[in-house]
């Protein structure tokens, strides 16, 4: 499995960005995916995870501002994000959880104030 994020750039605070992850295999349908970030001298953290059925959650941090659709047919993930805040800044990665972890090779985010 490989996965291809995109989408990534500089925006003003208040603006939307809209990632995409292309995941290649089988194996995309029936795994969760999810979004990570890590922003400059921080921990990676979990953004957002949709699972196989639909089922979505996110990070307190964005709830309400960024969503995560999957089109399983295109095997792509997205995560929607608005009202970007500087805080958002990172580099985001998805991720696919099946019996082994695939990562993405990351894309940067950054919300200038």
Known sequence: VQLQASGGGLVQA????RLSCAASGSVFSINTVAWYRQAPGKQREWVARVT???TTSYADSVKGR???PRDNA???VYLQMNSLKPEDTA???CALHARVNYW???TQVTVSS
């Open 14 to 17: 208040g603006g939307s960005l």
């Open 52 to 54: 196989s059925g639909g």
């Open 66 to 68: 960024f969503t995560i």
């Open 74 to 76: 295109k095997s792509m």
């Open 91 to 93: 580099v985001y990665y």
């Open 104 to 106: 993405g090779q990351g």
